[in-house]
């Protein structure tokens, strides 16, 4: 947890069960869009199935009008379960229908293939996983143990940044490395601060992150270091439904949570190190977490990174819960598709060999970490990551020598084989990525 953790790093972006959901205006492309699917000449194959639209957060409602070369197929909806379950079941030459789901598809359960035509027009309304304004606010729980706002980026000139802004421990962390990989911080303490409960805006001295979808902005200054940056969003905000936080123990109650503000943003502005200002561009993350009791006493340890491609943003989290909570993994996986939630995946699995130890917590870090998401939803395959550098170790507060409890901030080389529906994307590339043991 950042909270007790001396570094400016997304270690405590956290975990793959903070969540809330709550009312507020959706950190959406919009509210509701209007959209036009269509398809001419599609052939499908004998038992193949084809997707008009992607089963989605958001519900749909219009019209389908469809024209075949034979009758048979079936016309299936989604949910908002996820679940596929057959609308019709016996799909005519020429139909019309209206459509009221989650997503559409066409199944052919004949021998032979089929060819089909299509239109559907219609609303596609977000929600419950898209994160609200509300969301990125100040929760107002008197239990609540921790809260911070999250932020950072790679910038287009070999810099990046991160900043965590912590209310009420009136903190806000701020570092920024240079292309060689040293570190400027730029910590500051407030005697005070404020942050509102209707969305994102917290104040500290002269010092302010403010947003609502999908704009926010950075401004941090302390001495000659700092930044103005505005991180525009290129995703839609992610959060979990329905209740939106994750309860950990019944007896004592414990909970935490988390929202993906901004999964994937383009990020403008200036960045000053050491009093030379710069103007930069690039491409961030914002995210906001909060809970009820110290993450040492939940986690036994966590993985947490991010892939951007073009079209598709994944974020994941992995790890286990303590032995005392019965140790079970803690995993997932989700993944964007050009602007809107696409998927989530709770199977992925992480495989470290090749353990290296460090010398003052004795913790261990793998210099290969193999990801395997299973068949069975929109996106599987594997991704493996090779270490190329250790960037940074910290310690978290309270940790002592040999106790095995630290945070690693790793640069690797990712190769990534991976399938989106039937877009398979195979691709090596630098990767930053993190491990943290509370």
């Known amino acids: 947890m950042k909270k007790f953790l001396r570094v400016s790093l997304a270690s405590v972006i956290l975990m793959s069960v903070m969540m ?115 969301d990125d606010a100040r929760h107002t729980t008197s239990d609540i143990v921790y809260e911070w706002w999250y932020m950072d980026a790679n910038l287009n000139n070999g810099y990046s940044m991160t900043s965590v802004w912590y209310y009420p421990g009136n903190w806000i962390q701020f570092a ?42 950075v401004n941090f200054m302390n001495g000659n270091t700092g930044c103005n940056l505005q991180f525009n969003s290129l995703v839609e905000g992610w959060k979990t439904p329905p209740a939106g936080v994750k309860v950990m123990t019944t007896s004592p109650y414990t909970y935490m949570g988390w929202v993906i503000a901004q999964p994937r943003a383009s990020v403008t502005g200036t960045l000053t190190v050491n009093g030379t200002t710069m103007n930069v561009t690039g491409t961030g993350y914002h995210d906001h977490n909060w809970g009820n009791t110290t993450l040492h006493d939940l986690f036994d340890h966590w993985y947490w990174g991010r892939i951007f491609l073009p079209g598709y943003t994944c974020v994941y989290s992995t790890g286990n819960l303590t032995d005392a909570l019965g140790g079970a993994a803690n995993n997932l996986w989700l993944t964007f598709k050009d602007k809107t939630f696409y998927d989530v995946n709770l199977l992925v699995t992480d495989s470290p060999t090749n353990m290296v130890t460090e010398p003052i917590s004795t913790a261990q870090y793998p210099q290969t970490l ?3 998401i299973p068949a069975g939803s929109l996106v599987h395959g594997t991704v493996i990551l090779v270490l190329n550098q250790l960037i940074e170790i910290g310690y978290p507060l309270g940790a002592v020598p040999g106790d095995g409890r630290a945070y690693f901030r790793f640069l690797s080389n990712a190769n990534i084989d991976l399938y989106f529906g039937t877009n398979h994307v195979t691709v090596s590339q630098p990767m930053l990525h993190e491990l943290m043991i509370p």
């Open 20 to 134: 809330v959901s709550l009312v507020g205006t959706p950190t959406s492309v919009q509210a509701s869009d209007s959209k036009v699917y269509s398809g001419t000449n599609v052939v499908i194959a004998a038992g193949a199935t084809y997707e008009i639209t992607p089963d989605t957060d958001g519900v749909i409602l219009g019209t389908l009008v469809i024209t075949s070369n034979k009758a048979g197929y079936q016309l299936q909806g989604c949910n908002p379960n996820q679940t596929w379950t057959t609308v019709v079941s016996y799909g005519l030459k020429n139909m019309t229908l209206p459509v009221a789901n989650n997503g559409t598809r066409i199944k052919n359960p004949l021998s032979t293939s089929i060819t089909v035509t299509y239109t559907l027009t219609c609303t596609v309304t977000y929600g419950p996983f898209v994160a609200m304004d509300i």
């Open 176 to 217: 920024v490395y240079d292309p060689q990989g040293n570190k400027v911080v730029a910590d500051q303490l407030f005697p005070t601060s404020t942050a509102s409960t209707t969305k994102c805006d917290v104040q500290m001295g002269t010092n302010r992150l403010v947003g609502s979808y999908p704009k926010w902005n």
């Open 370 to 372: 193999t990801f395997t």
